[in-house]
């Protein structure tokens, strides 16, 4: 659920969507069957390297994506090269605030975005436990902490709602749709205040989701959008804000009225799996114990370097030719703005979609028509931004969403998190004590300070706009949780330029998921024989922009590979999101009504 990677923006399916929302996802082709694995896994053994094969791979992009797919090739004896034109681990990755360090202590930290691992994903999971981390039996996935509560802080003196995160005390022991129904029942009585007979209804609906064949779910539901499907309209506010606006916005990064059922209905249903103690990694509510690069991406760099893998940092990819039906070479511009030309024997285009779609030029397009599909997909805004602060403030112990923000804010308070850090003494000049790092989901509605939208907005303007929302939805019940004297200082995604003038742009932009997505997302093996595409926006189970889909792509784009180069490598297992048995024949029921074209059994309309 990043914004690859949009996986922080996952986390409130953990409650709304989680809590409310059942859907099932279709296994990857030739993926290893998905199982039930404990809360804690054994230290997984680390492949022995093969030895160097002498083959070539120029990976194109250093993000999540571009980073597995190095991993996977490097140990399968594959010499690797990793063209990146900023900085290693893409939209996941943590940054340095300028200028912010003062005696010998680190620069604050900041970030893209927070990062989210729910117990959903699988195969994100296993790369972390093949990267060494010292003290940490499972190497980097030892990082990992699951907040204990999550928040949907109301605005306008409305009670905030504060639950625990239940998991995994919830499980059913069998997983038929009346155990179901009262289970998600149950939790949406706990998570979220809404009439008897809305709770009835969503819950209802989510039965039909969970229920309906997989032909049904690619073709109705993604063409239904979640608004639709919810029967929003007839609710109340109260309905419409929690389980269909907040949902796709701070999920799906799209409106309700446009967001594929299907899309949301996955991952809503996954997460109720997790919630019941099915099919999990871990609890559905997972972050790291540092920043990003700390925990996670610096380690993964050296694994990589050890395995022989080479980084070209501050390289562009400019385009992909293709010649006779290959790529005969890679258009590039190094660190100094010198024209170049990479070859390699395969190339993996591990870009996000809207920076790898401009490098396919028309006879590369020609090659392969399902790349020219990709120029219907869609991005939008979805940027974090971390304010510093001198005290700690009263917050949630996990996170908290503003669902009545009107920029769709989430948020969470990172120091508690972080165990190994002395902030005060670690980071900054010693005077912050806390990072709270915020997300805004919705770019395009005015505030409530100045009546703009964000892009309209000055950066400075956007900083005192979110401030503004946090203190509206946290300070309006008698007390004063975030204080203006307490505030040291803000950072806001450097990706963003432009604010306040007639053209902002934003080099981190998130694949969004209107209705027909699905149909438009390429796979990762191409027409083109040397040619495998990996990134967050190709086609895997999971159906979201996720730090775990670029992931899984990344391993397909491998598996790929090695069949077009005849390798005897093992292939790269590919975990498929969980499917319980117990509601397969509901599922083959469903499939012969579908094709008779008749609703499924719970749809009452």
């Keep these: 659920m990043t914004r690859t990677d949009s996986s922080r923006r996952t986390f409130l399916a953990g409650a709304a969507v989680g809590g409310a929302t059942a859907a099932l996802g279709a296994p990857v082709a030739s993926a290893a069957p998905a199982g039930e694995?404990?809360?804690?896994?054994?230290?997984a053994a680390r492949p022995a390297p093969l030895p160097p094969n002498g083959r070539t791979v120029a990976v194109l992009g250093g993000g999540v994506a571009g980073l597995t797919a190095?991993?996977?090739?490097?140990?399968?004896?594959?010499?690797v090269t990793v063209y990146e034109r900023r900085a290693l681990g893409g939209k996941a990755r943590s940054m340095d605030v300028p200028g912010s360090a003062r005696g010998g202590r680190r620069p604050l930290p900041a970030e893209h975005g927070f990062r989210f691992i729910p117990g959903i994903y699988h195969n994100l999971p296993d790369t972390m436990?093949?990267?060494?981390?010292?003290?940490?039996?499972?190497?980097v996935w030892d990082n990992l902490v699951a907040p204990r509560e999550m928040m949907f802080a109301r605005s306008g003196g409305r009670e905030d709602l504060r639950a625990p995160i239940p998991w995994p005390e919830h499980s059913p022991a069998s997983l038929?749709?009346?155990?179901?129904?009262?289970?998600?029942?149950?939790?949406m009585e706990t998570l979220v205040r809404l009439p008897a007979h809305e709770t009835a209804y969503f819950v209802n609906r989510a039965l039909v989701f969970l229920t309906s064949c997989d032909e049904r779910r690619d073709g109705q539901w993604e063409r239904t959008p979640w608004w639709e499907f919810t029967?929003?309209?007839?609710?109340?506010?109260?309905?419409?804000?929690?389980?269909?606006?907040?949902?796709t916005r701070n999920i799906v990064a799209t409106k309700a009225e446009e967001a594929s059922t299907r899309t949301v209905g996955t991952l809503g249903e996954a997460f109720v799996f997790n919630l019941l103690g099915r099919g999990a990694d871990g609890p559905p509510d997972r972050i790291l114990n540092l920043p990003t690069n700390e925990a996670w991406i610096d380690p993964w760099e050296d694994l990589l370097r050890s395995l022989g893998v080479e980084f070209r940092i501050g390289w562009t990819v400019r385009e992909v030719r293709c010649e006779g039906g290959r790529v005969s070479g890679v258009a590039v511009t190094d660190e100094t703005g010198t024209a170049r030309t990479v070859v390699a024997d395969h190339y993996v285009s591990a870009l996000p979609v809207e920076h790898a779609r401009r490098t396919w030029g028309a006879a590369l397009r020609a090659a392969d028509p399902m790349l020219g599909r990709c120029d219907a997909l869609r991005t939008d805004w979805m940027t974090g931004i971390q304010f510093y602060l001198t005290a700690r403030a009263p917050l949630v112990h996990g996170h908290l969403n503003c669902i009545d923000s009107p920029w769709s804010l989430t948020a969470i308070q990172q120091a508690p998190h972080w165990p190994a850090r002395d902030f005060p003494a670690d980071y900054g000049d010693g005077a912050v004590v806390?990072?709270?790092?915020?997300?805004?989901?919705?770019?395009?509605?005015?505030?409530?300070l100045y009546g703009k939208t964000a892009r309209r907005c000055t950066r400075e303007e956007v900083a005192r706009e979110v401030w503004a929302q946090l203190k509206a939805a946290l300070n309006d019940t008698g007390r004063t949780v975030l204080s203006d004297a307490t505030l040291h200082s803000w950072f806001l995604d450097p990706g963003v330029d432009g604010l306040g003038t007639p053209n902002p742009t934003n080099e981190d932009e998130l694949l969004?998921?209107?209705?027909?997505?699905l149909h438009h997302r390429p796979s990762a093996r191409t027409r083109i024989p040397n040619l495998f595409l990996s990134g967050d926006y190709v086609?895997?189970?999971?159906?979201?922009a996720t730090m775990e889909g670029a992931n899984a792509s990344a391993r397909a784009a491998v598996n790929a590979l090695l069949d077009r180069d005849g390798s005897k490598a093992a292939r790269c297992t590919i975990t498929p999101l969980y499917r319980a048995p117990e509601v397969e024949p509901a599922k083959r029921h469903d499939l012969w009504r579908y094709r008779l074209g008749l609703p499924n059994v719970f749809d009452l309309g």
């Design 512 to 517: 969004i998921h209107p209705t027909g997505t």
């Design 176 to 187: 038929t749709p009346e155990e179901l129904r009262r289970a998600l029942t149950g939790i």
């Design 37 to 43: 694995p404990p809360a804690a896994r054994p230290a």
């Design 539 to 544: 086609a895997v189970d999971i159906d979201l």
């Design 129 to 139: 436990r093949r990267i060494p981390f010292p003290g940490n039996a499972n190497g």
């Design 231 to 247: 029967r929003a309209a007839r609710m109340s506010t109260e309905y419409q804000r929690i389980l269909a606006i907040g949902v």
């Design 70 to 79: 190095a991993h996977e090739l490097a140990e399968r004896g594959y010499a």
């Design 434 to 448: 806390d990072c709270l790092s915020v997300d805004v989901s919705e770019w395009d509605r005015p505030g409530i």
